[in-house]
T-cell receptor, first 115, second 112 residues
Framework: EAQVTQNPRYLITVTGKKLTVTCSQNMNHEYMSWYRQDPGLGLRQIYYSMNVEVTDKGDVPEGYKVSRKEKRNFPLILESPSPNQTSLYFC??????????????FGSGTRLTVV | RKEVEQDPGPFNVPEGATVAFNCTYSNSASQSFFWYRQDCRKEPKLLMS???SGNEDGRFTAQLNRASQYISLLIRDSKLSDSATYLCVVNQVGGATNKLIFGTGTLLAVQP
């Protein structure tokens, strides 16, 4: 089944404790992206990657890191999480990096709480 | 001004009703348009693309008005299962990226 898989689905952590949210897609998609979703603010892009070893900042990259060593994986790293990073996170992928023709396929989401 | 704006709702409608959502976008050069559906605490899922000539998928009809820069979604014969948040999505033009800009969504609640 074609899908984007995120783990974990739920995570509660303490301020400053490094964490990684994994994302993997099995559709050979070039483009992958991370979003966070907050009430009233909608989906905001954190980072994106157009292909292996190519990553760039989105609209809200502060406090996050990413890597794209393989085409299928795009982990999101929070080196020192803070409470304002409490949010619902989505990984998304797309077949092509141009035009937005195909839209995105989203993972099931990771609900992160930082206390 | 937000790049994509939607009425947040909620729209409370009875089963069988016809309901319409509108969305406006600020970049006149945008070329790709979508409606996504998001159930509570779930991931957004592509409902339909929006084409210049308008397009229909069963009970759902999408329209694009480039001159006025707005997109609409019409749902006929509403079902309880249509209750969800509907996200208007527009591509960001420029560069080599495939960035989509999401509206904050319109909440639809279909009542029995």
């Amino acid at each position: 089944e074609a899908q984007v898989t995120q783990n974990p689905r739920y995570l509660i952590t303490v301020t400053g404790k490094k964490l990684t949210v994994t994302c993997s897609q099995n559709m050979n998609h070039e483009y992958m992206s991370w979003y966070r979703q907050d009430p009233g603010l909608g989906l905001r892009q954190i980072y994106y990657s157009m292909n292996v070893e190519v990553t760039d900042k989105g609209d809200v990259p502060e406090g996050y890191k990413v890597s794209r060593k393989e085409k299928r994986n795009f982990p999101l790293i929070l080196e020192s999480p803070s409470p304002n990073q409490t949010s619902l996170y989505f990984c998304a992928s797309s077949l092509t990096r141009r035009t937005g023709t195909y839209g995105y396929t989203f993972g099931s989401g990771t609900r992160l709480t930082v206390v | 001004r937000k790049e994509v704006e939607q009425d947040p709702g909620p729209f409370n409608v009875p089963e069988g009703a016809t309901v319409a959502f509108n969305c406006t976008y600020s970049n006149s050069a945008s070329q790709s348009f979508f409606w996504y559906r998001q159930d509570c605490r779930k991931e957004p899922k592509l409902l339909m693309s929006v084409y210049s000539s308008g397009n229909e998928d069963g009970r759902f009809t999408a329209q694009l008005n480039r001159a006025s820069q707005y997109i609409s979604l019409l749902i006929r014969d509403s079902k309880l299962s249509d209750s969800a948040t509907y996200l208007c999505v527009v591509n960001q033009v420029g560069g080599a990226t495939n960035k989509l800009i999401f509206g904050t969504g319109t909440l639809l609640a279909v009542q029995p």
